[in-house]
T-cell receptor, first 110, second 112 residues
Framework: QQPVQSPQAVILREGEDAVINCSSS?????VHWYRQKHGEAPVFLMI?????EQKGHDKISASFNEKKQQSSLYLTASQLSYSGTYFC???????????FGAGTTVTVRA | EADIYQTPRYLVIGTGKKITLECSQT?????MYWYQQDPGMELHLIHY???????EKGDLSSESTVSRIRTEHFPLTLESARPSHTSQYLC???????????FGPGTRLLVL
């Protein structure tokens, strides 16, 4: 029931791009993205509601394909501060709570 | 300033002890959650509450219990701690009608 994230980990150099995918076997109402730095609590990045919208947060953006039941997070021109573990949280209709993926660890190196 | 507080931040305790992890929020949010997260691993929902006197078990079976007597307070209790309970416990809140969750700093528990 928990969404599947891929890849599990990615290593980037500053300025490179990356894509993190989140897929669910259930119909989705919304997808939430969080970033957790080592030793800290997860921090909310953005929410995408059904309708296929795309959102951005600085140079981090995301898309949501409701029909495919998946979302992608795009890290563009990555910065050192982007390092951390990214989790997607999915909400299904009438579920009223989030199911989190296993996380994707992003390491950005100078 | 609206915030979520968890105490203690770190706890080392012996097997068999009863412990209560505290979570308080000044966000005014109705919904509160407890997650268990092992280092580098995913978040597992163990309990949640939609409001006062409402508590539900989450997706991951847990030997802990919770109570929600006041909106701002959602303590988690382990009656008899065991080494398998060693983990990080995260409290989160959300507004009724929304699922965006705001996390507290977490409690790292080590049971010897």
């Amino acid at each position: 029931q928990q969404p599947v994230q891929s890849p599990q980990a990615v290593i980037l150099r500053e300025g490179e791009d990356a894509v993190i995918n989140c897929s669910s076997s259930k119909a989705l109402y919304s997808v939430h993205w969080y970033r957790q730095k080592h030793g800290e609590a997860p921090v909310f990045l953005m929410i995408l509601l059904k309708g296929g919208e795309q959102k951005g947060h600085d140079k981090i953006s995301a898309s949501f394909n409701e029909k495919k039941q998946q979302s992608s997070l795009y890290l563009t021109a990555s910065q050192l501060s982007y390092s951390g573990t990214y989790f997607c949280g999915t909400e299904s209709p009438n579920d009223y709570k989030l199911s989190f993926g296993a996380g994707t660890t992003v390491t950005v190196r100078a | 300033e609206a915030d979520i507080y968890q105490t203690p931040r770190y706890l080392v305790i012996g097997t068999g002890k009863k412990i209560t992890l505290e979570c308080s929020q000044t966000m005014g949010h109705d919904k509160m959650y407890w997650y268990q997260q092992d280092p580098g691993m995913e978040l597992h929902l163990i309990h949640y509450s939609y409001g006062v006197n409402s508590t539900e078990k989450g997706d991951l079976s847990s030997e802990s219990t919770v109570s929600r007597i006041r909106t701002e307070h959602f303590p988690l209790t382990l009656e008899s701690a065991r080494p398998s309970h060693t983990s990080q416990y995260l409290c989160a809140t959300s507004v009724e009608g929304e699922e965006t969750q705001y996390f507290g700093p977490g409690t790292r528990l080590l049971v010897l």
